[in-house]
């Protein structure tokens, strides 16, 4: 049975000690959503095929020795397995039909200081309140966490879904489902410190 962290603010631990005897323990972070029409396209957005919701899996991210950036599609950072900040984004889904959706994996957990996992509405919806966005947080030690994007605001395409904070020996997931303009009023709230510029892919 998955963990369910039900509100904002709850959280669950996860021990990174009693893993590295064994193997190096990862966390993958999955970010799925229902193809759903816009209701507000009208048919000829119908005929166009402009109207699934077209849905980011991103993060801002700080490691233990300071380094910080973003790993999202736009702009085309996926991030990378091998060398720091070993956090990968395997892919951009641009529809949400395919079923293992958008998945981040962290690969050396102990590395990082906190990092903020979001969600944002590329196009496709003005809003999370017809997307049923969730996140599943699948952790190599077999524990598995869900997350429900379910208190949606209006208007605000960009959601501040989770952090994963450094603890020494452990690392705790904690429900944030904050909602904002863009990414640049979330880094306001998280004070990561980016300089932020218009993008598109």
């Not at 959601?159 to 909602?179: D, F, H, P, T, W």
Request: proline share 4%.
């Amino acid at each position: 049975m998955p963990i369910t962290l039900e509100k904002k603010g709850d959280s669950h631990k996860i021990d990174l000690s009693k893993n590295r005897v064994f193997q190096q323990l990862i966390v993958k972070v999955n970010l799925n959503w229902n193809q759903k029409p816009n209701q507000n396209g009208g048919f000829f957005a119908k005929l166009i095929g402009n109207d699934a919701p077209d849905l980011d899996l991103g993060c801002m991210y700080e490691t233990v020795n300071g380094d910080k950036g973003v790993i999202q599609p736009l702009g085309g950072n996926f991030g990378s397995k091998h060398t720091a900040p070993y956090i990968f984004l395997d892919k951009d889904d641009r529809t949400g039909a395919a079923q293992e959706g958008e998945n981040m994996t962290i690969y050396r957990p102990e590395t990082i200081k906190r990092v903020m996992f979001f969600a944002l509405i590329y196009q496709g919806a003005k809003d999370f309140q017809s997307v049923d966005g969730r996140m599943i947080f699948q952790i190599s030690n077999g524990e598995k966490i869900y997350i429900k994007l379910n208190n949606p605001d209006y208007e605000r395409p960009f959601c501040a879904a989770a952090m994963i904070s450094n603890l020494g020996s452990q690392v705790k997931i904690i429900k944030e489902e904050r909602y904002f303009q863009g990414h640049k009023f979330a880094d306001d709230y998280y004070k990561f410190g980016f300089e932020w510029v218009p993008g598109s892919k």
